[in-house]
């Protein structure tokens, strides 16, 4: 009797070893082979009439949090010389990153987005065209404020007029940093606001918008008109085009989200 009920219990706990086993087995099967991994990379694209200097306070902020940031030097000769340039900066990253651009450059990102290591686009009071549209039809139906004037020369290469720079442009900076922005600014081909977009990231990538509400070189229901389209989670900030140098925590704290929410699966 003693040795049939050690038997019996010897055969029970071998059972209990079996399923025990064949339910770790069919639990690691069941396991996705993926892992979700935070963009850890920020690309920032600055737009016309300014360069990569402007977004400093950004730079700063992220770093601070643990960011590698690049920052993209725009020629603003045309789209596609704009398009290569972020995309070399993208070809740099070593993982995911996400991709961020201030008025003209929300074009740029627009384009280049599509790179396969783009995991967000953030547009900072940026143009967001369609594929098979070009960045002036975006402005149809639309009315600029009558302080952003831009002065094109004989070349077509254009400036923001001089005497209208701080109020069409950095009407929040300092005396000191408008002059500034105003005496180093980057003209642009005005020629590549007619170029054919081909790719719209948008349409495949997640978005962000932060829309500066006393922006002068936009209209205002241009600005959420274009967030709406693209279904942007939308930020509003009381500033002036100059958002990303004038607001930098702002924009900061929402490209901190994008890259949070933003998870990129890998294997």
């Not at 790719?199 to 967030?227: C, E, G, Y």
């Not at 140098?245 to 933003?262: E, G, H, W």
């Amino acid at each position: 009797m003693r040795k049939l009920l050690r038997n019996t219990m010897l055969a029970s706990a071998a059972i209990a070893v079996l399923s025990s086993a064949a339910a770790a087995q069919s639990t690691e099967k069941l396991k996705p082979n993926t892992t979700h991994a935070q963009s850890r990379n920020v690309v920032l694209v600055h737009g016309a009439f300014a360069d990569g200097s402007g977004w400093r306070g950004v730079y700063d902020d992220l770093t601070a949090r643990g960011y590698r940031v690049t920052i993209v030097q725009n020629p603003l000769t045309s789209l596609a010389d704009d398009v290569a340039a972020t995309r070399r900066a993208l070809d740099r990253q070593d993982g995911p990153a996400v991709l961020v651009g201030h008025s003209w450059g929300g074009t740029v990102i627009t384009e280049a987005g599509v790179h396969p290591k783009v995991s967000a686009l953030v547009y900072v009071s940026a143009l967001s065209p369609d594929a098979g549209q070009t960045t002036a039809q975006l402005y149809d139906g639309y009315t600029t404020p009558p302080e952003f004037i831009i002065d094109v020369h004989e070349d077509g290469f254009g400036f923001i007029k001089a005497e209208n720079f701080r109020a069409g442009f950095a009407a929040d900076a300092t005396l000191e940093d408008a002059a500034f922005m105003r005496d180093s600014q980057v003209p642009i081909n005005m020629s590549a606001f007619g170029t054919v977009l081909e790719n719209a990231a948008w349409r495949s990538k997640p978005s962000w918008a932060v829309i500066a509400t006393d922006d002068r070189a936009f209209d205002q229901r241009m600005l959420h008109d274009m967030a709406d389209r693209i279904g942007a989670t939308v930020t509003e900030v009381a500033a002036s085009h100059a958002v990303f140098m004038t607001q930098p925590k702002v924009v900061a704290d929402v490209i901190d989200q994008a890259a949070r929410q933003a998870m990129v699966a890998t294997d």
